[in-house]
């Protein structure tokens, strides 16, 4: 089953974007702010917490950067004017980082400035191993100029053991995920590039040297059985739970997040939405084979005849 998975991956190209679009449903809250708005009062009214994000790719012009920039004020403002607290989640290269850096900073320096006088927080996403160092002295001069802003760590590379000591140290806030990008072997922790729960054990040390460290962490996986492993580390160094969140994306697992809001856990739910939801659909589903194949088997069952 796997493997006929992983052929549908590699499919995906020739399904119909009209299907593609229908699936995106459960992962994208939309296109607009009514859209987003929408789904993330239903979220709230649950009890769920929420990190909204503006879909885009990575900026190719100074055009698309400013953009984008437009985009997250717009959202602000909207938010700001109805009193509504979120968080944004901010990837640089879409707002030019591989243009010009110094540019780059000045648009999420104006984000942030909008976002704070709203009483709204934001989280820099990170990317791919090339944007990862720039990303990081990028995090350090936002949060030298006081934003309440956080960085997202990628627990499954090496260098990751380097990075978080400087934020244990200044007790910043953390996303700490597994990671997605393909990266080169060298640069993955042992066994990470054949196999995911090798990564495991990697995410609860980073997990637990910086919560003692003093810093917030979000605890960003759908790993069932990590989930259980922290919960067990939590419960038996008696963690006070307003110190981490557990964080989940939009439509995936949904009946563990709700078990772990039952239990008086804080969840976050990762909330995407705009016009690129064909791009970020594509990208859910080569994460997750097992949906491609749902897609697929979906697709042939519409063409058989009546």
């Known amino acids: 089953m796997r ?31 009514c859209d987003v708005r929408e789904r993330m009062h239903v979220l709230h009214a649950a009890g769920l917490r929420t990190t909204i994000d503006v879909l885009g790719e990575t900026a190719s012009s100074t055009a698309q950067a400013e953009s984008m920039t437009r985009s997250y004020l717009d959202l602000v403002e909207t938010l700001g004017s109805h009193n509504e607290r979120t ?81 244990q140290t200044r007790k910043s806030r953390m996303r700490i995920c597994k990671g997605i990008y393909a990266e080169a072997k060298e640069h993955l922790v042992d066994g990470a590039s054949a196999d995911r729960s090798a990564i495991n054990a990697h995410f609860v040390r980073h997990v637990s040297t910086a919560i003692q460290a003093g810093s917030f962490v979000g605890i960003a996986t759908h790993d069932a059985q990590l989930i259980d492993t922290l919960i067990g580390w939590l419960q038996h160094e008696r963690i006070d739970r307003s110190r981490f969140e557990f964080q989940m994306l939009l439509g995936v697992c949904e009946p563990l997040r709700d078990e772990l809001l039952a239990q008086g856990f804080n969840v976050r739910v990762y909330v995407p939405y705009g016009h690129d939801w064909y791009g970020y659909s594509t990208r859910r589903i080569k994460e997750n084979p097992r949906i491609a194949g749902y897609i697929l088997a979906a697709m042939m069952r519409s063409d058989r005849p009546r």
């Open 87 to 167: 968080e944004l989640s901010i990837k640089l290269t879409a707002l030019g980082l591989h243009l010009d850096e110094k540019a780059c900073m000045a648009r999420v320096s104006a984000i942030l400035r909008a976002a704070t006088s709203h009483g709204i927080t934001a989280c820099i996403d990170m990317e791919d191993l090339g944007c990862t160092q720039k990303t990081l002295d990028a995090f350090s001069m936002l949060e030298a100029d006081a934003y309440p802003v956080g960085i997202a760590l990628q627990a499954y590379l090496t260098r990751t053991y380097d990075d978080i000591v400087s934020l």
């Open 3 to 33: 493997i006929l998975n992983t052929m549908a991956v590699h499919a995906i190209p020739l399904v119909p974007r009209s299907l593609i679009r229908k699936i995106s449903r459960r992962y994208i809250a939309g296109e607009t702010l």
